[in-house]
């Protein structure tokens, strides 16, 4: 069963990638239409076309390489302005350079058909370049926004309830539990507060002293406030009430945030204090959340993704160290779609976990990829979407700086000649994706501990 689970979870988020890719071109396909451009093809992944049909002047398929997609417009490529011929394709050559671009536009010119001149994807105005390669990752951008708020408004966030999960049977220091691994309790350790006060787990705390109890995060600030008090405490018990009295031990506890993460000193080092203390701990329920908490939460994981894109040399340097080495990976690090496979196997195969908080778990691994995806098309580099809009943007600046000093219009920006660069930047893609494939394989990120 665990097995199957595994498979399930690594298809639901296969499905929900591909499916992602495939409203991505469609982002482009779109409004490349509306816009009257000439659509050639429409392919969701690479390599041999494993499935196809043509509607109308567009073919749409399939191919045999899941890890990407394209749409095909004619007119990409402007032709050169000098030493052409009436098809505008240079018939020589000054270097291998300028050949790739001469080929690239010899291979445009033979696309061309009657009534295509004013079809041509490098003829639009430019917002219109702008809108058909932005429509692409501001897809993944609405993809991932709505399974996010899914995940918040439909399913909730794990958050602490008033219902007991463990008791401890004994009170073990930070500091020491952090020097020596400690787990078990020794007999010089003193009694767990909870322990002696006969709390049990499934027990739902409803006041401490004389106050009503409806918050974990509330109910452990008082706690840290009495230590050496004793303190009357009232619990819910198989739907009888249960009164008792509980006296928090002082001992060290670590400092927590307003987020509930550890608070860390210079050293990057969790930050401890002496408070009050007593051993359980709380059993956690899908919390949904107000809708105006979604796009916050979008805006979050946005700007994680954008500090690893920045950092991206470095990030990859640190999987490469990993890999190679005994280096721990990082869990915040990038990963490739072998690794968010994975990822959701395990989350899928958690039986001890309910049903719907692993479903929820899935379907915002789904949506934080689409995300990534939104920022990564973002990059000014070509073959990215965001290299065509650099380049469409370059162009406006240039016939605007023409027109203000009334020069000669430049005419349309020549991306054939940044093919070389191209080429380069697809080659190092390819090699990244090789080398988080490798790192996901042999030394996994483990985000469960």
């Given amino acids: 069963m665990t097995i199957l689970l595994f498979l399930l979870g690594v298809l639901f988020v296969a499905v929900g990638i591909a499916v992602s890719i495939a409203l991505h071109e469609v982002g482009h396909l779109l409004p490349a239409k509306l816009f009257k451009v000439r659509v050639t093809q429409y392919m969701v992944g690479f390599g041999k076309t494993l499935f196809s049909r043509r509607r109308g002047e567009t073919e749409y398929g399939v191919k045999a390489v899941p890890l990407g997609g394209y749409v095909s417009m004619i007119g990409m490529y402007p032709p050169a302005k000098d030493g052409h011929d009436g098809d505008g394709v240079r018939r020589s050559s000054t270097g291998m350079f300028q050949q790739l671009a001469n080929d690239a536009r010899q291979a445009e010119a033979e696309r061309l058909q009657p009534g295509d001149e004013t079809r041509m994807f490098y003829k639009l105005p430019v917002h219109k370049r702008v809108i058909i390669m932005l429509g692409g990752p501001f897809v993944n951008l609405i993809i991932g926004t709505v399974l996010i708020g899914i995940v918040l408004v439909g399913f909730g966030t794990a958050q602490a309830t008033t219902t007991i999960s463990q008791v401890n049977k004994c009170v073990v220091p930070a500091a020491q539990a952090a020097e020596t691994g400690q787990t078990d309790c020794l007999p010089s350790d003193p009694e767990a507060p909870a322990t002696a006060a006969g709390i049990r787990p499934g027990d739902t705390v409803t006041s401490f002293d004389g106050k009503p109890v409806t918050d974990w995060t509330e109910l452990t600030a008082w706690i840290r406030e009495a230590a050496g008090e004793k303190t009357p405490i009232t619990l819910l018990r198989d739907g009888k009430e249960i009164r008792t009295n509980i006296t928090p031990i002082l001992t060290e506890r670590p400092v927590y945030d307003e987020a509930g993460q550890p608070v860390l000193d210079g050293r990057g080092e969790p930050t401890t204090e002496q408070a009050g203390f007593v051993g359980m701990g709380a059993a956690t329920a899908l919390v949904p959340r107000p809708a105006t908490e979604v796009l916050p939460a979008v805006g979050e994981n946005l700007q994680a993704i954008t500090g690893v894109v920045l950092h991206l040399p470095q990030r990859l340097a640190d999987v490469a160290e990993a890999a190679f080495s005994d280096a721990p990976r990082d869990p915040n690090g990038p990963m490739s779609v072998v690794g968010v496979g994975r990822i959701a196997g395990e989350i899928s195969s958690m039986e001890e976990i309910p049903f719907e908080a692993r ?59 940044l093919l070389p660069l191209t080429y380069v930047v697809a080659v190092v893609l390819m090699g990244m994706g090789a080398l988080l494939i490798y790192a996901d394989i042999v030394k996994p990120v483990n985000i469960f501990g």
């Fill in 359 to 417: 479903a929820a778990t899935l379907i915002g691994l789904v949506g934080s990829v689409n995300l990534a995806l939104f920022v990564f098309n973002l990059i000014p580099l070509l073959p990215l979407d965001g290299g065509h809009v650099a380049g469409a943007l370059w162009e406006a600046v240039r016939r605007g700086v023409a027109k203000l000093f009334r020069r000669p219009d430049p005419g349309p920006v020549d991306i054939a000649k």
